[in-house]
């Protein structure tokens, strides 16, 4: 075992991964470009049904990381009864952002309830950009938003109302923090707290408000098809011997360990109008943030725990993939002639730069410029510091 954990960390590895990503983002982001043009138009129902089978095989290669290479666990602390609930239900999933990758626990917990490709997102515009993500992304109706209050106002209500109109269960991820914990981000946060006389946390950001109460809106407008919060809470396990929970570790085989304290809330029970709303999301992180008090000492949450099942899916599809890409690639270099012989090692030198990419995205100290912005104009739009100066 510690032989084979050595030979996880050869940058071979990391190649083939980011390899087979961006072929299979490419077929099936362009497989479902066309469908988007053939099907959407004329029935959003089935184009909605195929689309989980496009999205599915690429996001299942990012779990197959946590679940299968560097083999993970996601410990979820809930009640029997929210447990019932758990893959059957549209739900609103609120949670802190306090790691690089516990989006990407997140989607081990979505994995194991079979709805991987039928999660949404809050993301910033800027995020649609990225190849392959991006991409599926923008052909699945994640919600992107410009920091443009005015904009984000109109992209919110119609992408829930779009949302609550799918058949089958869907979860909605949303980071209310807006940016991943740092602690530089964490001292501006508690400066602006203190000056408008908001809850002072210790181990989260304080959250932005907007956003939620307007999605709270949409969600009640929209008749309640989307059925809980689930209030969740993560920390990841830390100390000697135990890995730093990032992409890069988990890339190399490392596993990491995983904790999730989750709350099921009925949509009823949570107001939408702006000012109840709002302290009910200050009051939630006034909570969270105990939580994670009492986990930084305990690398544990209190209360009933279980684990999910794991499923074979993603180490079948990442499988597949391997002998389909890489098999094809190594087949046509040794039986094409006329592929010069610095074709692979350049490939093998642009898909490593491609990776260093990727990697950086879900690096926390290369996050937003939380903390930055100062003032808005009358559009909406954040005013940095420096505009300010120069206007």
Same mark, same amino acid.
């Given at each position: 075992?510690?032989?084979?954990?050595?030979?996880?960390?050869?940058?071979?590895?990391?190649?083939?991964?980011?390899?087979?990503?961006?072929?299979?983002?490419?077929?099936?982001?362009?497989?479902?470009?066309?469908?988007?043009?053939?099907?959407?138009?004329?029935?959003?129902?089935?184009?909605?049904?195929?689309?989980?089978?496009?999205?599915?095989?690429?996001?299942?290669?990012? /779990?197959?990381? !946590?679940? %299968?290479?560097?083999?993970?666990?996601? +410990?979820?602390?809930? @009640?029997?009864?929210? $447990? #019932?609930?758990?893959?059957?239900?549209?739900?609103?999933?609120?949670?802190?952002?306090?790691?690089?990758?516990?989006?990407?626990?997140?989607?081990?917990?979505?994995?194991?309830?079979?709805?991987?490709?039928?999660?949404?997102?809050?993301?910033?515009?800027?995020?649609?950009? /990225?190849?392959? !993500?991006? %991409?599926?992304?923008?052909?699945?109706? +994640?919600?992107?938003? @410009?920091?443009?209050? $005015? #904009?984000?106002?109109?992209?919110?209500?119609?992408?829930?109302?779009?949302?609550?109109?799918?058949?089958?269960?869907?979860?909605?991820?949303?980071?209310?923090?807006?940016?991943?914990?740092?602690?530089?981000?964490?001292?501006?946060?508690?400066?602006?707290?203190?000056?408008?006389?908001?809850?002072?946390?210790?181990?989260?950001?304080?959250?932005?408000?907007?956003?939620?109460?307007?999605?709270? $809106?949409?969600?009640?407008?929209?008749?309640?098809?989307?059925?809980?919060?689930?209030?969740?809470?993560?920390?990841?396990?830390?100390?000697?011997?135990?890995?730093?929970?990032?992409?890069?570790?988990?890339?190399?085989?490392?596993?990491?360990?995983?904790?999730?304290?989750?709350?099921?809330?009925?949509?009823?029970?949570?107001?939408?109008?702006?000012?109840?709303?709002?302290?009910?999301?200050?009051?939630?992180?006034?909570?969270?943030?105990?939580?994670?008090?009492?986990?930084?000492?305990?690398?544990?949450?209190?209360?009933?725990?279980?684990?999910?099942?794991?499923?074979?899916?993603?180490?079948?599809?990442?499988?597949?993939?391997?002998?389909?890409?890489?098999?094809?690639?190594?087949?046509?270099?040794?039986?094409?002639?006329?592929?010069?012989?610095?074709?692979?090692?350049?490939?093998?030198?642009?898909?490593?730069?491609?990776?260093?990419?990727?990697?950086?995205?879900?690096?926390?100290?290369?996050?937003?410029?939380?903390?930055?912005?100062?003032?808005?104009?009358?559009?909406?739009?954040?005013?940095?510091?420096?505009?300010?100066?120069?206007?």
């Amino acid at each position: 075992m510690e032989q084979l954990a050595k030979w996880k960390e050869l940058p071979i590895f990391a190649v083939i991964f980011v390899t087979i990503f961006l072929v299979s983002g490419i077929l099936m982001s362009g497989g479902l470009f066309l469908a988007s043009i053939i099907i959407w138009p004329f029935s959003r129902y089935y184009y909605r049904q195929i689309s989980y089978y496009f999205i599915y095989p690429v996001w299942a290669q990012l /779990v197959f990381l !946590i679940d %299968w290479w560097a083999p993970s666990e996601v +410990i979820l602390y809930t @009640d029997e009864a929210a $447990q #019932k609930h758990i893959g059957t239900e549209h739900a609103m999933v609120v949670m802190n952002h306090s790691y690089d990758i516990d989006w990407l626990a997140g989607w081990l917990i979505c994995e194991r309830a079979a709805l991987l490709a039928a999660t949404k997102v809050f993301a910033k515009r800027s995020l649609s950009y /990225v190849p392959v !993500i991006g %991409w599926l992304w923008r052909l699945g109706e +994640i919600i992107f938003l @410009d920091r443009n209050w $005015q #904009k984000d106002r109109t992209c919110i209500a119609n992408q829930i109302a779009q949302i609550s109109q799918y058949a089958n269960p869907v979860w909605i991820l949303l980071f209310p923090e807006g940016t991943r914990f740092t602690p530089s981000k964490h001292s501006v946060s508690m400066e602006f707290a203190k000056k408008e006389g908001l809850p002072m946390l210790k181990h989260l950001l304080t959250p932005r408000t907007r956003g939620f109460v307007l999605t709270m $809106q949409a969600i009640k407008e929209s008749g309640n098809k989307i059925r809980a919060i689930y209030d969740t809470t993560i920390g990841f396990a830390n100390g000697p011997g135990i890995n730093e929970p990032t992409l890069s570790n988990l890339i190399k085989g490392r596993p990491v360990q995983a904790h999730m304290k989750v709350s099921r809330i009925p949509m009823e029970n949570v107001p939408s109008e702006e000012k109840d709303a709002t302290e009910w999301l200050h009051k939630s992180f006034v909570q969270r943030d105990k939580l994670l008090e009492q986990f930084e000492h305990t690398n544990r949450f209190e209360g009933r725990h279980y684990l999910l099942p794991r499923r074979p899916y993603t180490l079948l599809n990442e499988i597949f993939w391997i002998v389909t890409v890489i098999g094809g690639a190594l087949y046509y270099s040794l039986t094409t002639p006329w592929i010069p012989w610095w074709f692979l090692p350049l490939m093998t030198a642009a898909l490593s730069v491609a990776l260093h990419y990727l990697i950086n995205v879900t690096v926390s100290k290369k996050g937003s410029t939380y903390g930055k912005a100062t003032a808005r104009n009358q559009e909406g739009r954040i005013i940095t510091a420096t505009e300010k100066k120069d206007a």
